[in-house]
């Protein structure tokens, strides 16, 4: 698990503690970010001077930078985490169920966000190679829906048929056939 994203106050003590989670790469249960990778549930660190886990490799290190707490939560789609985020404070804090629960859920929610944007990308993907594959062959190839909408062509169709690029642009469904027609 590796930072990739940063945003901190504009006091410039912050950036070496950043410039030193950007150097990290952790293992799953490894500090605070790795086990909640691993346990995929928010958890909180409410102060790190009483905090007894020696596995929170950073927390001395954020006590130098003025940090005192730090609460982190996970983007998950079913049992898959695509992301920690990760949150400090120059305060200690107390543990809070509700804003558990309230991270859990916005992290569920994101990771709606993020399953969408992959399923996009994956259907734009397909829709080039489709596209790619119809324009590729030496048949002239129109598609239309049920109600005889023009859906998808390639050039060869258009050249086949000598149909003009402002038509074809103009995807008039009643345009081109009237012209294939005439």
Not at 32 to 40: I, M, Q, S, Y
Not at 85 to 111: A, I, P
Request: glycine share 4%; net charge neutral; aromatic share 10%.
């Amino acid at each position: 698990l590796r930072c990739t994203s940063s945003y901190h106050s504009a006091e410039t003590q912050f950036l070496a503690f950043r410039d030193q989670n950007f150097k990290l790469s952790l293992k799953k249960g490894e500090d605070l970010p790795g086990r909640v990778w691993a346990n995929g549930r928010p958890e909180l660190i409410a102060d790190f001077v009483t905090a007894e886990n020696d596995s929170l490799k950073r927390s001395r290190s954020g006590q130098a930078y003025g940090l005192q707490s730090a609460i982190a939560f996970s983007i998950r789609h079913e049992t898959k985490v695509f992301a920690v985020f990760e949150f400090f404070s120059s305060q200690t804090q107390t543990h809070d169920e509700d804003l558990s629960r309230v991270l859990e859920k916005l992290g569920y929610q994101l990771s709606l966000v993020f399953e969408r944007n992959r399923i996009h990308n994956e259907l734009k993907h397909s829709a080039s190679l489709l596209r790619a594959t119809i324009e590729s062959t030496a048949d002239g190839i129109l598609v239309t829906d049920g109600n005889g909408r023009i859906v998808l062509f390639n050039r060869r169709f258009a050249k086949m048929w000598n149909i003009p690029e402002e038509i074809l642009a103009s995807r008039d469904d009643k345009r081109a056939i009237e012209f294939v027609l005439s």
